[in-house]
């Protein structure tokens, strides 16, 4: 449910409200916008009809129920955008905010070289696995420990804040010891435990869709998160599997524009995970700009044949520039995103 407080309702009336959603049995969560103060009403197991009563307590306009599962994330609870900010990168903001990098740190020269490149075509944050989600135990399973240090490296040495995946409960201390935003991978988007415990850092999430969850899963998976306490969270679409082969994953391009429908929260597109084919990374980026997406995670490689994982869907430095300068090419911006162009605008100034 959601109590809606009149605009001129005093500090005092707001308290109470929260006093008596708590003694109901309920979380309040207050949410203070800049025309209006809300406070949703979250929890199971506290006595409705009490919440409904407030609304004859002073300063309440209204109470209403929320009408999707997930509450916290809706734009019903919260019309106005979530702006998170990463390493000082404002995301859901007016800019297009790309986030590009190797799948995984492999080594000192690889990553410098990347970063550089990345940085100097327009992207404003560095990605970089350090801990792998490997289909075979057999296959390259990151750096690790190693991987960090050189991502925070990178990061003081460029000003360029890092997003890395976050695999399992035990490592967030330290990951978090050295990132400016944990990602969960779509293989652990509905991993509780772990959304229960990031839930609990101060580092905003990248939370990736899962290959096979609907788009209310992935919204309850992020309610998870805002539920706990951590309101600074990213959706990333990266596509889900259907039965299609040709493509590594089916990018499901609507799922952008219903999720900016359904929440506030910023959503970012993946194109190298959501094709797996380096030849289609820039025109589904344009997509993805045009129907709405507030940023990119894009996979970069110096030498993309000799990547450790995922090649295939790697840009090298030249194409991940072409890319940029695709997504600034004036058309395209008519067609992409309105106003939130100034980052295009930077890159074909440059
Ligand atoms: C990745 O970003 O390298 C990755 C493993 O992504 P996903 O979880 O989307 O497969
Ligand atoms: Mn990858």
């Avoid at 990061?155 to 890395?164: A, K, N, Y």
């Avoid at 929440?263 to 700009?289: E, M």
Wanted: charged share 25%; proline share 4%.
């Amino acid at each position: 449910m959601i109590i809606n407080m009149s605009g001129n309702a005093a500090k005092n009336e707001i308290e109470h409200v929260i006093e008596r959603v708590k003694e109901s049995g309920f979380q309040p969560h207050l949410i203070t916008g800049a025309e209006r103060t809300v406070i949703a009403v979250v929890g199971n197991g506290g006595r409705r009809h009490e919440i409904e009563a407030l609304k004859a307590a002073a300063g309440v306009e209204d109470v209403v129920s929320i009408a999707h599962p997930f509450k916290l994330v809706s734009r019903q609870v919260q019309s106005q955008q979530t702006i998170v900010n990463v390493g000082g990168v404002r995301i859901g903001a007016e800019n297009i905010v790309v986030m590009a990098g190797p799948c995984s740190v492999e080594s000192r020269e690889q990553l410098f070289a990347t970063a550089r490149a990345v940085q100097a075509a327009g992207a404003s944050i560095l990605r970089g696995g350090a801990y792998k989600p490997r289909t075979s135990p057999y296959e390259f399973q990151g750096l690790g420990v190693e991987a960090l240090r050189l991502l925070a490296e990178v990061r003081d040495e460029l000003g360029m804040p890092i997003v890395t995946e976050v695999m399992s409960t035990e490592d967030v201390e330290i990951i978090s010891e050295h990132a400016d935003m944990l990602q969960v991978g779509a293989r652990n988007m509905q991993n509780f435990a772990l959304l229960r415990r990031l839930a609990k850092t101060d580092k905003p999430i990248l939370l990736k869709r899962g290959a096979s969850a609907t788009i209310k899963e992935w919204l309850l998976a992020a309610e998870y998160l805002l539920a706990g306490g951590n309101p600074n969270v990213v959706l990333c679409e990266r596509g889900i599997k259907t039965f299609e082969t040709e493509l590594r994953n089916t990018f499901d391009i609507a799922s952008i524009a219903l999720a900016k429908e359904l929440s506030h929260l910023p959503v970012i597109a993946d194109p190298s995970h959501g094709t797996g084919r380096r030849s289609l990374i820039a025109s589904v980026s344009r997509a993805a700009v045009a129907v709405g997406a507030d940023g990119l995670i894009i996979e970069v490689h110096p030498c993309p044949e000799r990547a450790l994982s995922d090649g295939p869907q790697s840009l090298d430095f030249t194409g991940f520039e072409e890319m940029m300068r695709g997504l600034s090419d004036p058309m395209r911006r008519i067609a992409a995103a309105g106003a939130r162009t100034e980052l295009a605008s930077e890159v074909a100034a440059s």
